[in-house]
C-alpha cells in the first residue's frame, strides 16, 4: 500500500521558540530599512503570504521575489547555524519520522509554509533531515496559497521517485490551513494540538483525526495505514 505523507514542520514537528518570527523581522529590516512595528503573522502561512503582509502593512511595496527569498535564508542562517540551540524537537517526533520512512512503499516528506533553505536548517539543527525525503517537499517558494503546495509535492514524488497517479497523500499539521489544504486537494489530513490551535478547532475545520501531539507512533501508523488502504 503507498502513501505520501507531508508532515509540516513548526508546531507539528518541532517548537522554535519565536525564532521563524525573529527571521520574518529581520528579513523585513534587512529590506525596509527599519524594523516591522509588530511581529508578522505565521498561522500555517506560505513565507511569500507571510512577508507579502508586512510590506502591505507598512505601506510599503513588496520587493521582487528573489530579494525577499534570499533575506529569508541570510536570516535564518544566522539564527539557526547552532544546533539544537534554538527551539526543540516535539514529543517522540524522531520516532514518528523514521517509522514512517522505514514503511514499504511510503514517500515521507514535508509540506510547509517555510522556504527551502530555512526548512531544511530546521530540521537539520534537530537530526530530523535525514529521517524525510526533502526532495520531494513542497516549500514557501513553490506557491502563495497552501493548497497548491500539495500538487506541487505528488509532481515531485511521481517524477524523482516514480510514484503512481492515484497515490494517496496525507498531510499532518497542526493548523487549520493543513486541514483546509488537505480538504481542498482531497488529501487525508492528521490534525495534531501541539501548536496554537485546540483540538476543537481543528476538528471544527473539518479534521476527522484530531491528535494531541505525535507521541504515540502505534497509533499514528495505525492512522496512516487506514488512509494509505483507502
Known sequence: MELIVLWDIDHTLIENSGVSK????????????????????????????????????????????????????????????????????????????????????????????????????????????????LPVGAYGADAEQRPDLVSVARKRAQRLRGVRVDVHVVLVGDTPRDVEAALATDSGIVAVASGVHSPEELAAAGADVVLPDLSDTAQLLRILERFAAR
Open 22 to 133: 525573529e527571521i520574518y523581522a529581520a528579513a523585513f529590516s534587512a529590506l525596509a530599512g527599519d524594523p516591522p512595528t509588530g511581529p508578522a503573522r505565521t498561522e500555517g502561512r506560505t513565507d511569500r503570504l507571510i512577508m507579502r503582509e508586512l510590506f502591505v502593512r507598512h505601506g510599503l511595496s513588496e520587493p521582487d521575489w528573489a530579494v525577499v527569498e534570499a533575506a529569508l535564508a541570510l536570516a535564518g542562517e544566522e539564527r539557526l547555524k547552532i544546533p539544537g540551540e534554538r527551539g526543540t524537537v516535539l514529543p517522540r517526533v524522531s520516532e514518528a519520522l523514521k517509522a514512517a520512512s522505514e514503511h514499504d512503499g511510503w514517500i515521507s516528506s514535508v509540506l510547509t509554509g517555510n522556504i527551502a533553505a530555512n526548512a531544511r536548517l530546521k530540521l537539520s539543527a534537530f537530526h530530523l533531515a535525514p529521517l524525510l525525503d
